[in-house]
């Protein structure tokens, strides 16, 4: 058994207890020499020679020599190091180990020999090192393809070095040792697995090695890494990915790392830029040279040591990378792109990874090229073709080894002639061009060398296609073995053949091959070319060498005539699409043989086969869009215009309309689905992307099929169109176009019809069913980057119900990411709209001129989420349009309207527009400007406030901003006159400049951009001038969109615009047919939200007059607070009081408003036409506040100071009864007997009497109201004239009242025209004005209605009310014509009425206040008090009692009646029905409906105020008859008075009063502010009152809370009407002023106005009706009239009434006799079906009623239902 101890870190106490422990053993003595010990003996052997076995991390073995096996020994054993010491005891054996050691530590050990005796041996001593831990968690990072890193974690113990070692396949690689934890490794070969061992070295020991291994990333997936592109790598990079806009699309910042290439490649590929390959990153390199560039010291170091390019990536790994991380669309486009930029595009991509390359033929199908071949040079004929299946001969260029020639830079110079040189090739002086290709080498590129048939320019006169295979071909046979299978002709370049002597000679060869060489490189071997030639068969022409004579130049020329010596005899010419079998030969991959895109071809071929007969196949094929197609179109139209009425019935004319477009949509019910477009909606049903390829392949094939004849009638038309004369060649040119044209749009145009003409199926329709999920098809491909058909451009027409549709279910797919901006580009056909659009956004709208394609398409591009922050949307909507026409094209098929209409709806759906303008084309500019501006007139007048930016094309000079300051001067001069003719047009004309319609800058609002070529087509690239200047617009255009105000709209809302623009545009009128629910529930919003402030406002002044009223009752009582004892000094004050609450408040909602329409949200722009409309409301508002609150505020003065003679009288009476009663008292306590009740009667009874005697009461005379009224009427009438004057002095006012009013028209012509007035089709003046006096005479009785029942005293203040009343009715109904003998006798008769009614309440008055009355109504109340004070009774509890109910409860009760009528309008104005006028309008007409009931529509048509009193009284009632919510109102009045009235008490109480009367003072006091306490109970209460305060208090508190009970039990008890009875404010008659509005009628159907605010400019009602239920009639038959009139206003039809002097006048220009109307059309031809309906089931009701003749009632009005009228009302006033 082994015994250890071990101390670590030991003192130096420890160290003295270790050592002495080695004394418990005594020494033991030893003979010299030593003999062999006996258990006697006192020798013991030395341990002699230690062995080291093994040296582990914790444990250490030794092998010592043996001894005698007949003596036991144990071992003693000492180690220590510097951290540790320790000792272990253990037998003697010839193996020890000693275990508890720290890892790579030197240790010291001391061995001794200990005999059972204790004797002990000399020491042994030996130092070992423990082994060294081996590293932990090792971890790899920084993986590249010839390089990794290393790192781990350092283990415990002593660490002197590491031995890092590197192995693949069992070999060494690389061993380093290092200090450090981590180690990098370079130089190793891309793809391989390495083994890496880690061992850490401690004096010459080495610990175990930990071991790892790492996958060395393929060359490939080194450089995606690098570019951030590894992810893309499996998920492919989609098109819609690479046009979204982001951060880096509108900023310069340069790339700042490898990962930042790829974007800014694309970004400037999408725009067509030739700069796109000069990408690199800003190294610290170039900035510390950029630092450095004021440097004038002489540096030749730094001079010398310029950065290399090796750490720059090579352009073809950018190009070769991205094409292996795209879809094969996003393919296609970089292909195109390239192409249109001249540079080579890959024809063999090459995968390094997995050694295979593929052929791009799918990429390339869409390259269309278009030249003119040697063969059509006289013609003036040209070429159009796809690119991939024009057979041309292709020579290719290859290299073998290296080669001292720069190939590509020789093929640059070769294709382009001395003027023109371009890049197709990278090559290496180009910009990192040099840089070592990592994944590019095999890249087989290719390009067209294509003549534009000029001799002199031409390079080679035939098209000729050049490949250039990157790399050696000794690396590349397969992709060389495919060049000499497709080409012509294949150039090797060399310097030296030795090397590829068998390559060269045992290829299989159909091109011929020619050597070229560099004689001048140090490594050509002429031996090796002979024999190579020779074994080749070669001649001397087949051999091409560059020697020392020879410049670039000549060389190049010689390589020329080579090129062009193979034509002459061309071998071998295969198009692109060919080469896939050979492909597929030498194992070559094919980008189409995907089994999505071959089953996409099979779809696609399987319909474009059969067509061979374009026109015949459009028949046949695709039916619906065609003839009938634009019938419905011109029936749509023909509803909205009417011009082919005639005198016609419009509602019947609009009914036949509506039949034939019926029996055209059954027509195209009635056809089949046709083979082709059930191929093609299951096609494109398919799942994700084969429908795309389908889609793709659909319109390639029918490119293709009509590419040829479209192109030379193109060309025809754009010759014809040069000169106007030919206008009859070019109809049928532009018709031959339209009838050849055939392309994906037509499939879906189809579709459309096929979807809408379903709609007019029954819903459960099986057919209608089967075809619901159309929309969410077309919506999907929306996403997918597909463009969707706004504006079929051959028939002038949207198919709204599909486009909405689509566009609804593309809502669904992205909800909520729903929010849009959009983009628009108008100008002249051929001028580069869709070029301008394609580049700057990167899409691929059709690109051709002549006007093949009509109309316009949206296309949808993501936003990424740092622009969202930006511009606030989602999506950015592209809307491209066909060009518009020149006058002179206009009139040759009558496009002028059509351009009008596109402009204008493009221009309404646009957050910007682009005005394309091109330079030549600026003669005509000035028609077309007409029509855009046109369009921004019309915008600007119904709301919307789009941008605009000016776009001139082809100018090139860098001056031109400046150069044609005088042209934009030019520009803004004919925009003012376009503006002031289209402003004339529309009569709009306070419309002068440009300026006034939209914000517009001459210097900001243009834009100058060069021409698109940078040189001459074919071989021109793209201008880099052009993509440039478009970029700059990009950025302009999206920091205008971020800029504006305005919120963007959601997709629903697009739709909405699209739909309400649309529906305008097909009116003659625009801006009076416009409707659009946007701008319906952004004015119904505004209407809302002023409606509550003016409601605040009016509440608020309510209360406060409330107040004023109370403490002017209260002024001069003991419940005065006023300081001042002057009533008028006091009503002065509250009117100064009044007027600065007035004017705050005023303030406030002006404020309200201007907040209002700073928010972004809710479409405020839309309408702030109406701010000012809204602002001059609040003006008026307070100024009607104002008179009404003084009005008021006098009425109580007046009343306050004709009471005071009275109040004094009776405070007087009470005061001598008090005297009369105490001393009767006296009198009585005299006589020393007890008296019975009976005989206190008796003697009360005879002092009452004898005292009432001595009083005075002179009687009140009562004042004579009529004298008064008649006073205030002459001075109203006074500024009238001396007639009027004149006129009231023939009558007395007495007379006037005692028949109805009743106006009759003198003279003769008025007297023959009232007898004619039957067979007359106008309203009679006179029955207008009778109308209008009905009305003002019941707004004014009802006014003394309400003043008489609060029976107060009589006010001069009340007959100025009424007479301003009358006046502002008068003034408001101007377009009545009447004239002062009118006027006088109205005030006459409505002053007589209500003088004789005033007259009754001011007697009334003066006999409930006669004093002697009052007196004698409180006698029984002194009798009981003089018993109670005789008796000496307690009076705390009766008097309490007496003054809670005498006093307090008829003031509370008061109280509670003037607080409550504010509480129920607050309360009915939370129902949405009294929102705003327009909600009340839709609210009536539905509960009439429902009704069902002739008699209510009658009173709602002929007394339509009336009516709606009656109907705002009933839902009154009927709101607050249901639960309890009038009696909480009541209760929080009365608890707030009973609040008020406890803590009056609470501080009555702390003022210490010193009797009664003083304590009830301060309690009235207390309640001055809030109740009117009667001083006639007050006084009664006061005399004879013995009660004690501090009793009393209490019993008052109690009897209060008792009060509160009683009166809640009356509040439950009493019903909804009684209370509205007794309410101050009569809430029915408020909420009557609300809803009324301005009162106004349609002069034509007598809608009512529904215009928000009081001081709108503009009447309108949502929904009119037919003109027979304002009692017109036709005066010939008698029979109402069905016609609307928001339908004749549409019509060539005309009216005449008293304001057309009886004159016939067309509806159209109704605007000149009622300025002040405007009846749009209805927001859609079912939109008055209500109104139809009720006439049609009314009809002879109504007749009868009317004394007429039934209307003659189209039968289609019959056939609506309830549920269509209700839908229609909804419709109409914009509900959901």
């Not at 023109?420 to 061009?433: A, L, N, P, R, S």
């Not at 702030?1168 to 008021?1192: C, P």
């Not at 007890?1234 to 009432?1252: G, H």
């Not at 839709?1482 to 008699?1495: A, G, R, V």
Request: charged share 25%; hydrophobic share 35%.
């Amino acid at each position: 058994m082994t015994e250890s101890v071990t101390t670590m870190d030991n003192s130096e106490e420890e160290e003295e207890e270790f050592y002495d422990s080695v004394d418990y053993f005594p020494e033991l003595d030893c003979e010299k020499g030593g003999s062999a010990a006996t258990p006697h003996s006192d020798y013991v052997p030395p341990p002699g020679e230690v062995t080291v076995l093994y040296s582990g991390i914790q444990m250490v073995s030794f092998g010592l020599a043996p001894t005698d096996s007949s003596v036991k020994y144990k071992l003693h054993i000492d180690y220590s190091c510097d951290t540790q010491r320790g000792s272990v005891i253990t037998e003697d054996s010839s193996t020890v180990d000693v275990e508890g050691l720290k890892p790579g530590t030197e240790y010291t050990f001391s061995i001794t020999r200990i005999a059972e005796n204790g004797n002990q041996s000399k020491a042994t001593s030996v130092s070992v090192f423990t082994e060294p831990v081996s590293p932990m968690k090792i971890t790899v990072y920084d993986v590249s393809a010839e390089s990794l890193s290393l790192q781990w974690d350092t283990p415990a113990g002593e660490v002197e070095s590491y031995v890092v070692t590197c192995c693949t396949e069992g070999e060494i690689v690389k061993e380093l040792t290092t200090d450090a934890n981590s180690v990098t490794f370079s130089s190793l070969r891309p793809g391989v697995c390495y083994v890496l061992h880690v061992s850490v070295q401690l004096n010459k020991t080495i610990s175990k090695p930990t071991v790892t291994s790492a996958l060395t990333k393929t060359q490939l997936e080194s450089l995606l890494e690098d570019l951030g592109l590894e992810q893309h790598y499996t998920e492919k990079l989609s098109l819609s990915k690479i046009l979204q806009i982001d951060g880096k699309t509108i900023n310069d910042d340069p790339a700042k790392c490898n990962s930042d290439l790829p974007w800014y490649f694309l970004k400037k590929l999408m725009m067509v830029n030739v700069t796109t390959r000069n990408v690199k990153c800003t190294s610290e390199c170039e900035s510390d040279c950029d630092a450095g560039a004021g440097n004038t010291v002489l540096d030749f170091n730094h001079l010398v040591d310029r950065p290399n390019s090796w750490d720059m990536l090579n352009p073809l790994d950018i190009i070769t990378a991205l094409f292996l991380c795209s879809d094969g669309f996003a393919q296609q486009e970089l292909a195109l792109k390239m192409s249109m930029c001249q540079f080579s595009v890959p024809l063999l991509l090459p995968n390094c990874d997995t050694q295979q390359c593929t052929l791009m033929l799918w990429a390339m199908r869409d390259i269309v090229k278009k030249y003119r071949p040697q063969s059509l040079s006289q013609s003036k004929g040209f070429s159009e073709d796809r690119i991939v299946l024009s057979k041309l001969p292709m020579i290719s260029f290859v290299r073998l080894g290296e080669c001292s020639l720069s190939k590509s830079e020789i093929l640059n110079k070769l294709l382009s002639n001395s003027q023109q040189y371009h890049d197709t090739f990278v090559h290496q002086d180009m910009e990192c061009g040099d840089s070592p290709r990592r994944i590019s080498n095999g890249l087989t590129e290719i390009t067209w060398y294509l003549p534009c048939g000029n001799k002199n320019m031409d390079i080679f006169s035939e098209p000729v296609a050049v490949a250039n295979l990157r790399g050696d071909i000794a690396s590349f046979e397969t992709q060389y073995s495919f060049l000499c299978q497709t080409s012509t002709a294949v150039f090797v370049f060399f310097d030296n053949l030795n090397s590829g002597f068998k390559l060269l000679t045992n290829q299989h060869y159909k091109a011929q091959i020619f050597l070229v060489g560099n004689h001048q490189s140090n490594i050509f071997n002429l031996d090796a070319l002979k024999e190579v030639a020779t074994k080749l068969g070669l001649n001397n022409s087949n051999i091409i060498l560059k020697t020392k004579r020879m410049n670039d130049a000549d060389f190049v020329k010689i390589l020329r005539n080579k090129v062009s010596n193979i034509f002459e005899n061309p071998k071998t010419d295969m198009c692109i699409e060919q080469m896939a079998d050979i492909a597929h030969e030498l194992g070559i991959l094919v980008d189409e043989d995907c089994q999505v895109c071959q089953s996409a071809k099979e779809n696609a071929d399987a319909i474009t086969a059969k067509i061979e007969n374009t026109l015949k196949y459009k028949e046949a094929q695709l039916p619906l869009q065609g003839q009938i197609w634009k019938e419905l179109t011109s029936l749509e139209k023909e509803e909205f215009r009417l011009r082919k009425l005639g005198s016609e019935n419009i509602e019947k004319y609009k009914t036949d309309l509506q039949m034939q477009k019926e029996s055209l949509r059954d027509k195209q019910n009635s056809y089949d689905m046709s083979d082709a477009m059930t191929c093609f909606i299951q096609a494109i049903s398919s799942p994700g992307m084969e429908r795309c390829y389908f889609l793709k392949w659909m319109r390639m094939n029918l490119d293709n099929l009509s590419r040829e004849k479209l192109s030379n009638l193109r060309e025809q038309y754009k010759k014809k169109c040069k000169n106007s004369e030919n206008k009859d060649e070019i109809k049928v040119i532009d018709r031959e176009l339209s009838n050849s044209s055939l392309g994906t749009e037509h499939f879906f145009r189809e579709m459309g019809q096929i979807y809408e003409a379903s709609v007019f199926l029954p819903e459960t329709n099986l057919s209608r069913q089967q075809l619901q999920h159309l929309p969410k098809l077309c919506a999907e491909l929306l996403l997918d980057g597909f463009p969707l058909e706004l504006v079929d451009g051959n028939a002038s027409n949207i198919p709204l119900r599909w486009v909405s549709d689509v566009l609804s279910e593309l809502n669904d797919l992205v909800s909520p990411k729903n929010k849009i901006l959009v983009v628009t580009v108008l100008g002249v056909q051929s001028t580069g709209k869709s070029t301008l659009l394609n580049t700057m956004f990167g899409v691929q709208f059709a690109v051709s001129s002549g006007r093949c394609t009509r109309g316009a398409f949206m296309l949808l591009i993501r936003i990424n989420e740092d622009v969202k922050k930006i511009l606030n949307c989602d999506f950015m909507v592209i809307i491209d349009t066909e060009g518009l026409k020149s006058p002179e094209l206009a009139q040759l098929d009558d496009s002028h309207e059509h351009d009008n209409e596109l402009a204008t709806l493009v221009v309404g759906l646009s957050d910007i527009t682009i005005i394309n303008i091109a330079m030549e084309n600026s003669t005509e500019m000035k028609d077309i400007l007409q029509i855009v501006v046109h369009a921004f007139l019309r915008m600007k007048e119904v709301g919307k406030k789009p941008k605009c930016q000016f776009v001139h094309q082809n100018v090139s000079d860098v001056s031109a901003h400046e150069k044609n300051l005088r042209d934009r001067k030019l520009l803004l001069q004919q925009l003012n006159e376009m503006t002031q003719a289209a402003a004339k047009m529309e009569k709009k004309e306070e419309n002068k400049s440009f300026t006034d319609v939209m914000e517009y800058s001459p210097d900001t609002g243009n834009w100058y951009i060069p021409g698109l070529w940078n040189g001459n087509p074919p071989m021109a690239p793209v201008n880099a001038g052009y993509s440039e200047a478009v970029y700059e617009l990009k950025k302009n255009i999206i920091q205008l969109l971020g800029n504006c105000e305005s919120t963007s709209n959601d997709i629903l809302e697009f739709k909405e615009w699209m739909s309400s623009l649309w529906n305008a545009v097909k009116h003659e009128n625009f801006i009076f047919s416009f409707r659009n629910s946007l701008v319906a529930d952004a004015y119904m919003r505004l209407c809302t939200e002023f409606n509550k402030w003016e409601w605040d406002f009016k509440k608020y002044m309510f209360t406060w007059v409330t107040n004023a009223e109370t403490r002017i009752s209260n002024f001069g009582t003991v419940a005065a607070k006023t300081e001042t004892s002057n009533l008028a000094e006091f009503l002065s004050h509250l009117k100064s009081e009044a007027c600065t609450d007035l004017s705050k408040w005023e303030e406030t909602l002006l404020d309200n408003l201007t907040k209002y329409f700073k928010q972004t949200e809710g479409h405020v722009y839309l309408v702030e036409g109406y701010k000012e409309d809204f602002a001059n409301s609040a003006k008026i508002l307070r100024r009607e506040m104002e008179n009404s609150v003084y009005h008021q505020l006098t009425a109580a003065a007046e009343i306050k100071q004709g009471m005071a003679e009275l109040d004094r009288i009776k405070e007087n009476h009470t005061k001598e009864i008090e005297k009369a009663v105490c001393a009767l008292i006296d009198e009585c306590r005299k006589k020393n007997v007890q008296m019975r009740d009976k005989e206190l009667d008796k003697e009360f009874d005879k002092m009452w009497n004898a005292t009432v005697k001595k009083l005075s009461f002179s009687e009140q005379k009562a004042t004579d109201v009529f004298n008064k009224v008649s006073h205030s009427l002459r001075i109203n009438l006074s500024h009238k004239g001396s007639h009027a004057c004149e006129l009231l002095s023939q009558k007395c006012l007495k007379d006037c009242e005692q028949m109805p009013f009743k106006y009759t028209a003198e003279g003769l012509y008025n007297r023959v025209k009232n007898k004619m007035s039957k067979w007359l089709n106008v309203q009679d003046d006179t029955m207008a004005v009778q109308k209008m006096a009905d009305s003002i005479i019941a707004v004014c009785t009802q006014f003394v209605i309400e003043k008489v029942e609060r029976k107060n005293n009589y006010s001069d203040t009340y007959i100025q009310e009424i007479l301003h009343m009358i006046d502002e009715r008068l003034q408001n109904n101007q377009d009545v014509k009447t004239g002062i003998e009118f006027e006088v006798s109205l005030k006459q008769h409505i002053c007589a009425v209500s003088a004789r009614e005033f007259q009754k309440m001011h007697e009334e008055f003066l006999h409930v206040n006669d004093p002697y009355r009052c007196l004698d109504r409180n006698k029984e109340k002194f009798r009981a008090d003089f018993k109670d004070v005789f008796h000496e009774r307690d009076q705390c509890q009766k008097k309490a009692g007496e003054f809670t109910n005498r006093c307090l409860k008829p003031a509370v009760t008061d109280f509670v009646n003037r607080s409550l009528g504010p509480d129920i309008v607050g309360e009915m104005l939370t129902r949405q029905q009294f929102s705003t006028r327009i909600y009340f309008q839709y609210s009536i007409l539905l509960d009439l409906l429902s009704k069902d009931n002739f008699e209510n529509y009658l009173s709602f048509t002929g007394s339509y105020e009336e009516y709606i009193k009656k109907w705002i009284l009933d839902q009154t009632v009927t709101h607050f008859s249901k639960g309890s919510k009038t009696f909480e109102f009541e209760d929080r009045h009365l608890q707030s008075s009973i609040n008020s009235i406890n803590e009056a008490i609470k501080q009555a109480k702390l003022k210490k009063s010193s009797n009664l009367k003083i304590f009830v003072e301060h309690v009235c006091q207390e309640l001055g502010n809030e109740l009117i306490i009667s001083q006639d109970a007050l006084g009664a209460f006061m005399i004879l009152n013995n009660a004690n305060q501090e009793q009393f208090a209490n019993w008052l508190t109690v009897c209060v809370n008792e009060m509160g009970q009683a009166l809640r039990a009356e509040f439950k008890k009493s019903n909804i009407e009684m209370k509205l009875k007794h309410l101050h404010m009569k809430p029915q008659n408020v909420l009557f002023t609300r809803v009324i509005g301005c009162g106004k009628q349609c002069p034509f159907c007598a809608m009512p106005c529904e215009a928000g605010g009081k001081a709108h400019t503009e009447h309108w009602a949502s929904l009119h009706r037919p003109k027979g239920l304002g009692r017109y009639r036709y005066h010939e038959t008698a029979k109402l009239v069905t016609d609307i009139c928001s339908s004749s206003v549409i019509s060539d039809k005309r009216f005449r009434c008293s304001a057309t002097n009886n004159e016939w006048h067309p509806y159209k220009r109704y605007k000149e006799i009622f300025p002040h109307w405007r009846i749009p059309p209805d927001v859609s031809l079912q939109a008055s079906d209500y109104w139809k309906y009720i006439l049609a089931r009314f009809n002879g009701k109504f007749a009868g009623a009317y004394n007429a003749k039934p209307a003659d009632i189209p039968p289609a009005w019959k056939r609506i239902t309830p549920k269509q009228a209700e839908e229609s009302l909804k419709e109409s006033f914009n509900t959901s």
